[in-house]
């Protein structure tokens, strides 16, 4: 398994703003990933973070919106850009160590006020 | 066709008993159920996972059981015990994607 490192743990965010969320792997992985879960809901993905090359978003996610990057093999940010009152969830990474399974972060909780 | 269906919404068991939830699915691509356990406050962590080609998964007090005609599969919990209590997510990836889609998760209450 990886060891998955998310910040922050949680923020309160203005709407309006933007909130940067970064997650760092303690190994190289195949695929990165970022998810959404909204309060007391399901998962879904939002995108596959690419390395050195543009996201892979979901329908009904977009660049504009959530802006990702990945630099390298063990790190990615996630951005959740113009936020409003809806963006408030859980959001996930998610990392593929070369198997199928998947490992997940502990989550960045965000709220928007 | 991108769904898995996931019930019951919630369970209560009694310290010992056994718990199951079932999923359904109707994308006959998917190759790979995994199932999650979530605690409040914490990322999803993988519990046991299962492929089509075997019908039945068992790792210590965990069991998967798979109907491949049917597109179901299913999750028990046998003795069950307070620890267990958290939410519970079946997902489902197709061949070499990685990506899951989740069900819709199961809040599983274990009474002392």
């Known amino acids: 398994s990886a060891v998955i490192s998310q910040k922050p743990s949680r923020d309160i965010c203005q709407r309006g703003t933007s909130l940067t969320i970064q997650c760092q792997v303690d190994s190289q992985v195949t695929m990165m990933f970022w998810y959404r879960q909204q309060p007391g809901q399901s998962l879904t993905l939002i995108a596959t973070?690419?390395?050195?090359?543009?996201?892979?978003?979901e329908s009904g996610f977009v660049i504009d919106k959530f802006p990702i990057s990945r630099p390298n093999l063990t790190f990615s940010t996630l951005t959740v850009s113009n936020m409003s009152p809806e963006d408030s969830s859980i959001y996930l990474c998610?990392?593929?160590?070369?198997?199928?399974?998947?490992?997940f972060g502990q989550g960045t909780r965000l709220t928007v006020v | 066709q991108q769904q898995v269906k996931q019930s019951p919404q919630s369970l209560i068991v009694q310290k010992g008993g056994i718990s199951i939830i079932n999923c359904a699915y109707e994308?006959?691509?998917?190759?790979?159920f995994p199932w999650y356990q979530q605690f409040p406050g914490k990322g999803p962590a993988l519990l046991i996972a299962i492929r089509p080609d075997v019908s039945e998964k068992k790792e210590g007090r965990f069991t998967i059981s798979f109907n491949k005609s049917a597109k179901q599969f299913s999750l028990h919990i046998m003795d069950s015990q307070p620890g267990d209590s958290a939410t519970y997510f079946c997902?489902?990836?197709?061949?070499?994607?990685?990506?899951?889609?989740f069900g819709t998760g199961t809040r599983l209450k274990v009474l002392a």
């Open positions: 998610s990392v593929a160590t070369g198997t199928t399974e998947a490992f």
């Open positions: 994308n006959t691509a998917f190759d790979y």
């Open positions: 973070a690419n390395q050195g090359s543009e996201a892979t978003y």
């Open positions: 997902a489902a990836s197709s061949k070499g994607t990685y990506k899951y889609i």
